[in-house]
């Protein structure tokens, strides 16, 4: 099978040239997971860019962005595919007289009674694709299963039709908040990235691609004060989206060096929660 | 390579980390792809396939670094030493250019302490990385004075360099250097950023000091050996008791997100897998849709009970840490419970649920338990007969049959009489009496521990050393 990556390196411009920056744990284990045909567990703080990364792959790749919105009470007829029964229904009805029962039978439960869901549409498609499935620890331990098949052989059982295997791997990226443990039997059939908060330099480097109309000193002070304020101890940390719509925040206002005063007042695009904001208005301000 | 990773992969199992078979087919395949020249990348690729839990990566970085150390030369792994010692080289003839001094063989002895310094301010004032490391390296050399076989752990040289380059002095310096640099005062934002600036760079020279200091025992020593002693536990394992500062760091940084994940289980289990009896008037008031005939049964909403729980916790010296994280563990789940009431006690009690109450920063909550509370009545020392006679005169009454109550403490009652009766009495008028002892088993009941004493009277007696073990009971509990 023909490799989407050439090196770690190529992995990395690519996404630099689709303005997402990514380290050498990103970049390795992406080109990883398209060498081994293996899905990617990426887990970490909200806002970091685990969804990001999936969308860049695919903008990268030139494959077509399949979502899976996961969450509580998600079913095999949401995820997998369902039987379309009013179609079924129809045809039955259509000419009762002429067929005989095996004949229906063969034919209502054929591809064209089929609803396909995300997780078929992925392994039948016929182009590119990349698989989301987003926020996979907000369904139960006992759903999880349902994706197994597909994680581990990139194929799906429908009883009425047989196996469906894939014509070409996709590349599958899970993603977790890590609101809850996932299962062993998932956790192995993946490989593992944990994406953090970016260091400072890079976290200017975001600053610097995603607001382009922001100063250099400018994103080198945004950086710095975001990196301050996630040291203290909050209930919610500034992600990085927050950092950039901070950073464009200050943009429109026409900032061009932050002072105590004018990161107070704006704290509140970096910091959802009240007392956290005070605690952080708090910090800034003093010296120790 | 594949007895390199097998070894590498026994190592791993053997500081704690599970490692599944697949997980080590998977290692292997993928070091295939990977040039092994390129280190880091080496590394993320091991990581990618052996370590599936983010708490467990510092544990698997330690052990990396240790077992390839070693070996790496032959395979290519560790980088070239030769250029740091070049850099070296480099920095002291500027150094000695700029100085005129006569010595300029380029020994490496020749630089004076204060000379050192010099540089490492320099670098840090830059932040320049390599130079950064050529210094820790060339430190370590000069000061830990480390000796081959010498039986002493890694933290005695790491302090021994420390103390020799006296970084907090290094901090003001450095935040003179700045403020000159900008020609007059930083505002007090500038100035807290610059600070946290060069916190992180010391911060970051610290932990290459660390590293130099490993490699050049596990040289001395060996890996295996090494591997031994660095063997750290894992955060969810490690003793309440016994834990160091920085391990009582990662001890809070481990239970906020474990909180998270037991009160979205607890949630989940009320929610899920009970259903209540027959609904026996709604069956009937819906079969009138359906003529009469109870097509649809309709059930009973399950409402079960939330328990109220009261914790009664030790807070003297040898167990506070243990109490105060059960009691962050019990208030940040405070949703699962109806209603939370917490006492503390030495040898007189205090009831310290106001301290929670309306405060969102747990934090902020404990410290003033331990310093706001009263809780001593004689000497400050544990005395748990008192304690509870006290406890049960006051609030006693508070107790009824909805109620749990977790005791907690190691039972060391400094050889008072133990008034067990007043746990008895407990347990007939609650619904449940836990008791929950950080000690291991084996040292129970002896010395002045009376656990038994108490514990006879109790629902069960639970050892609770760890995250892990806290988090199984309170997961029972609720």
């Known amino acids: 099978m023909a490799h989407r990556f050439e090196s770690v390196q190529q992995v990395r411009d690519g996404l630099r040239d689709v303005h997402y920056l990514a380290d050498d744990g990103i970049a390795g284990v992406a080109f990883l997971a398209d060498r081994l045909g293996k899905p990617v567990l990426v887990e970490g703080p909200a806002g970091t860019g685990k969804t990001q990364l999936a969308k860049s792959i695919a903008e990268v790749t030139g494959a077509r962005l399949i979502r899976l919105q996961c969450y509580e009470g998600l079913d095999e007829s949401k995820a997998l595919y369902e039987w379309n029964y009013k179609k079924q229904l129809l045809r039955i009805q259509a000419d009762r007289a002429s067929d005989s029962w095996s004949e229906v039978h063969d034919d209502i439960f054929s591809d064209e009674f089929l609803l396909t869901r995300p997780l078929l549409e992925a392994i039948s498609a016929d182009d590119p694709v990349v698989l989301l499935i987003d926020e996979v620890d907000r369904v139960e331990v006992e759903t999880e299963a349902l994706l197994l098949e597909i994680l581990s052989e990139y194929q799906v059982s429908i009883p009425e039709l047989g196996t469906i295997t894939a014509k070409q791997i996709p590349l599958v990226f899970l993603t977790s908040n890590n609101t809850r443990e996932l299962s062993e039997a998932l956790k192995r059939r993946c490989l593992y990235l944990h994406v953090d908060y970016p260091d400072m330099d890079r976290e200017k480097q975001i600053v610097l691609t995603k607001v382009p109309e922001v100063s250099d000193n400018l994103a080198d002070q945004i950086a710095r004060i975001v990196r301050s304020i996630r040291q203290l101890d909050l209930k919610k940390a500034p992600s990085v989206s927050e950092t950039i719509d901070w950073a464009r925040t200050l943009v429109l206002l026409g900032i061009e060096h932050i002072d105590a005063q004018q990161a107070k007042e704006t704290l509140h695009i970096l910091l959802k929660y009240q007392t956290d904001i005070a605690k952080a208005a708090k910090e800034l301000s003093a010296t120790k | ?478």
């Open chain 2, 1 to 478: 390579m594949l007895e390199l990773l097998a070894g590498f992969v026994n190592e791993l199992r053997a500081a704690g980390l599970p490692v599944s078979l697949t997980e080590n087919l998977d290692a292997m395949e993928a070091v295939q792809h990977i040039p092994i020249e390129d280190r880091e990348a080496f590394k993320y690729a091991l990581g990618a396939t052996l370590v599936k839990n983010n708490a467990h990566w510092r544990a698997f970085e330690t052990v990396f670094e240790v077992y390839f150390s070693l070996r790496g030369p032959q395979y290519k792994l560790v980088e070239d030493e030769s250029e740091l010692d070049a850099m070296w080289r480099e920095m002291q003839e500027q150094l000695s250019q700029g100085q005129s001094q006569a010595t300029q063989g380029g020994a490496m002895d020749a630089l004076t302490p204060e000379e050192i310094a010099q540089l490492l301010m320099q670098a840090l004032l830059n932040g320049d990385q390599a130079m950064m490391r050529a210094l820790a390296r060339q430190s370590v050399q000069r000061f830990a004075g480390m000796e081959p076989g010498r039986p002493v752990g890694g933290t005695y040289y790491l302090y021994r360099t420390l103390r020799n380059l006296d970084l907090e002095g290094m901090l003001e310096k450095l935040l003179d250097a700045s403020r000159q640099q900008v020609g007059g005062e930083l505002t007090e934002l500038e100035e807290r950023l610059e600070r946290d600036e060069y916190d992180d760079r010391i911060e970051k020279f610290k932990q290459e000091i660390e590293a130099e200091i490993r490699r050049r025992l596990v040289a001395d020593r060996g890996a295996e050996a090494m591997a031994k002693t660095l063997r750290k536990p894992l955060p969810e394992d490690v003793e309440f008791m016994h834990a160091s500062r920085d391990e009582m760091v990662n001890l809070k940084k481990a239970l906020q997100p474990l909180t998270r994940k037991l009160a979205a289980r607890l949630a989940r289990k009320r929610r899920h897998g009970r259903r209540g009896p027959l609904d026996f008037r709604s069956t009937v008031r819906h079969s009138l849709s359906y003529g009469g005939v109870p097509a649809e049964p309709k059930f009973k909403y399950p409402r079960p009970a939330k328990p109220e729980l009261m914790v009664l916790a030790d807070i003297s010296g040898s167990v506070a840490a243990f109490a105060r994280f059960t009691l962050m563990l019990v208030y940040a789940i405070q949703g699962q419970f109806s209603k939370v009431r917490s006492f503390v006690f030495i040898d007189g009690v205090d009831e310290v649920t106001d301290f929670f109450r309306g405060e969102e920063d747990l934090a902020n909550a404990i410290h003033r338990v331990n310093t706001e509370a009263d809780v001593v009545w004689v000497d400050g020392h544990s005395d748990y007969g008192h304690a509870f006679e006290v406890f049960w005169e006051r609030f006693g009454k508070d107790v009824g049959p909805k109620t749990t109550v977790l005791l907690l403490g190691d039972a060391r009652n400094n050889y008072h009489a133990s008034q067990s009766w007043v746990v008895k009495e407990m347990r007939h008028k609650a619904r449940h009496v836990y008791w929950l002892n950080p000690e291991p088993r084996s040292y129970w009941n002896t010395g002045d521990s009376i656990v038994n004493d108490y514990g006879a009277h109790t629902d069960g007696v639970y050892e609770c050393r760890n995250l892990r073990q806290l988090e199984g009971f309170v997961e029972k509990l609720a």
